[in-house]
T-cell receptor, first 114, second 113 residues
Framework: NAGVTQTPKFRVLKTGQSMTLLCAQD?????MYWYRQDPGMGLRLIHY???????AKGEVPDGYNVSRLKKQNFLLGLESAAPSQTSVYFC?????????????FGPGTRLTVL | GQQLNQSPQSMFIQEGEDVSMNCTSS?????WLWYKQDPGEGPVLLIA?????ELTSNGRLTAQFGITRKDSFLNISASIPSDVGIYFC?????????????FGAGTRLAVHP
């Protein structure tokens, strides 16, 4: 099993450009999450999904959109990138919503917005 | 929003030394988790704690869930070079929501051979 994979690993955007980050998991997990990681701060939840076709806002959702058309994929979109969105983005998945269940993280996408 | 205060921010130690780091919160958590992040990778779960007072070990790592439910610590004994990385605490703020963890800012550990 590959676990959680993320595409791309690195990306540089100009302000105003758009892009989509792809997260895929092969563990048949229902729950998927997108986080951002900034220097000196913990991971912050952007959006999450409790199943195919569902999405919900996390702590810092502004400027991002997500879609979960297939159970194994969770897409994070930036419609008009801003320098404040320069960050490392992590996707995670878990089998159940319980905090007793492990969240498995992908390797991250490093995004720079100029 | 809720925050976790994790300390120290960074540590630079000699191989073989013991390490201790902790997390505190102003509110109650019902689960404490400790993750490690290697350079260029995502966080990996090390230890999970589910009950106040619980003490759990994973090899050279030991973590405890504070009695007040507002803190947790992680100890690493006899550190080795591969312990290098960033250690994060995370907690479930008892919100009843969907596994919405709150993360600390991390402790960056460097081990000098």
């Amino acid at each position: 099993n590959a676990g959680v994979t993320q595409t791309p690993k690195f990306r540089v955007l100009k302000t105003g450009q758009s892009m989509t980050l792809l997260c895929a998991q092969d563990m048949n997990h229902e729950y998927m999450y997108w986080y951002r990681q900034d220097p000196g701060m913990g991971l912050r939840l952007i959006h999450y999904s409790v199943g195919e076709g569902t999405t919900a806002k996390g702590e810092v959702p502004d400027g991002y959109n997500v879609s979960r058309l297939k159970k194994q994929n969770f897409l994070l979109g930036l419609e008009s990138a801003a320098p404040s969105q320069t960050s490392v983005y992590f996707c995670a998945s878990s089998l159940t919503p319980s905090s007793t269940d492990t969240q498995y993280f992908g390797p991250g996408t490093r995004l720079t917005v100029l | 929003g809720q925050q976790l205060n994790q300390s120290p921010q960074s540590m630079f130690i000699q191989e073989g030394e013991d390490v201790s780091m902790n997390c505190t919160s102003s509110s109650i958590f019902n689960t404490w988790l400790w993750y490690k992040q290697d350079p260029g990778e995502g966080p990996v779960l090390l230890i999970a704690l589910y009950k106040a007072g619980e003490l759990t070990s994973n090899g050279r790592l030991t973590a405890q869930f504070g009695i007040t439910r507002k803190d947790s610590f992680l100890n690493i004994s006899a550190s080795i070079p591969s312990d290098v990385g960033i250690y994060f605490c995370a907690g479930d703020p008892f919100s009843g929501g969907y596994n919405k963890l709150i993360f600390g800012a991390g402790t960056r550990l460097a081990v000098h051979p």
